[in-house]
């Protein structure tokens, strides 16, 4: 079910949809923290592209971001958060 989600490590999953007007808005927040952060993998991907992964995980808004941990899910948000507010929350969960 998780098949782009390493073992080990840290990887940070955002799924969105086209339209949302939140996505739009978290999308290049997402895309520029994923150039200059090294140690998390991130993953990305439009909810109904995965709809088996969308409904394992209980996601049923967007937003939504997946932390994962050596491959298991310690924390979820739904929702737009900007850069800081995404920055606080990776340290917080991944450290």
């Known amino acids: 079910m998780n098949p782009d989600i390493p073992s080990s490590g ?3 999953v955002y799924v969105f949809m086209q339209g ?3 996505c ?3 999308n290049p927040v997402f895309d520029t923290l994923s150039k200059t ?3 998390v993998k991130f993953i990305k991907f439009e909810g109904k592209d995965k709809p088996d992964f969308t409904k394992q995980h209980n996601i049923n ?3 939504a971001l997946l932390f994962f941990k050596n491959g298991k899910k310690v924390d979820s948000h739904s ?3 900007d850069d800081a ?3 606080a929350k990776l340290a917080k969960v991944f450290a």
């Open 10 to 12: 840290n990887a940070l």
């Open 20 to 22: 949302c007007t939140f």
């Open 24 to 26: 739009d808005k978290q």
């Open 37 to 39: 952060t090294q140690d």
């Open 61 to 63: 808004g967007f937003p």
């Open 79 to 81: 929702g737009f958060l």
């Open 85 to 87: 507010a995404l920055k």
